[in-house]
T-cell receptor, first 114, second 111 residues
Framework: NAGVTQTPKFQVLKTGQSMTLQCAQDMNHNSMYWYRQDPGMGLRLIYYSASEGTTDKGEVPNGYNVSRLNKREFSLRLESAAPSQTSVYFC?????????????FGSGTRLTVV | RKEVEQDPGPFNVPEGATVAFNCTYSNSASQSFFWYRQDCRKEPKLLMSVYSSGNEDGRFTAQLNRASQYISLLIRDSKLSDSATYLCVVIRGRGYSTLTFGKGTMLLVSP
């Protein structure tokens, strides 16, 4: 019953470094999402993938890129990390669009950029 | 008016109490509504959908008031384990980016 698995759980980066956050789901869901959660800001959508082979920008895409590698995996890349990207990152998936079934979230990645 | 608004709390209640939270939304065309629960330093988890006619799941009751544009969550007989932050979710349309999370209401249940 893995659901949505995110790696790593914690990461500290120096400004300017790059990294990729990994996400995989085993529920055969079509749609996948990346959110960031900051104190006082709530959850904000970075990118989403409605189905395998498609990706689209969300509310706060600047500084990020994504890859939908296959139906199971959706990665988030920070090319040149900035302190403003310090946040908790959540990957989520849903069977279809968000209106139908809600989301299943991964356990999150706590990223600190110094 | 913000798209989705919640009282951040915290709501401090004793075990066994009944507590209710509201979540207001600004777009009258909003179509779907959910409540999520998020424990400290954990991921959000779907608690329940909110249907037009209202719905109940054990001690939890969710209601929608379209005229006044708010949804509510009622928790009866509060347990210590109900302590968490409750997030409302409002979906404006069918597009994937039309979903908005509220910032959450914190509930603290004490012995």
């Amino acid at each position: 019953n893995a659901g949505v698995t995110q790696t790593p759980k914690f990461q500290v980066l120096k400004t300017g470094q790059s990294m990729t956050l990994q996400c995989a789901q085993d529920m055969n869901h079509n749609s996948m999402y990346w959110y960031r959660q900051d104190p006082g800001m709530g959850l904000r959508l970075i990118y989403y993938s409605a189905s395998e082979g498609t990706t689209d920008k969300g509310e706060v895409p600047n500084g990020y890129n994504v890859s939908r590698l296959n139906k199971r995996e959706f990665s988030l890349r920070l090319e040149s990390a900035a302190p403003s990207q310090t946040s908790v990152y959540f990957c989520a998936s849903s069977e279809a669009g968000p209106a139908n079934y809600g989301y299943t979230f991964g356990s999150g990645t706590r990223l600190t950029v110094v | 008016r913000k798209e989705v608004e919640q009282d951040p709390g915290p709501f401090n209640v004793p075990e066994g109490a009944t507590v209710a939270f509201n979540c207001t939304y600004s777009n009258s065309a909003s179509q779907s509504f959910f409540w999520y629960r998020q424990d400290c330093r954990k991921e959000p988890k779907l608690l329940m959908s909110v249907y037009s006619s209202g719905n109940e799941d054990g001690r939890f009751t969710a209601q929608l008031n379209r005229a006044s544009q708010y949804i509510s969550l009622l928790i009866r007989d509060s347990k210590l384990s109900d302590s968490a932050t409750y997030l409302c979710v409002v979906i404006r349309g069918r597009g994937y980016s039309t979903l908005t999370f509220g910032k959450g209401t914190m509930l603290l249940v004490s012995p």
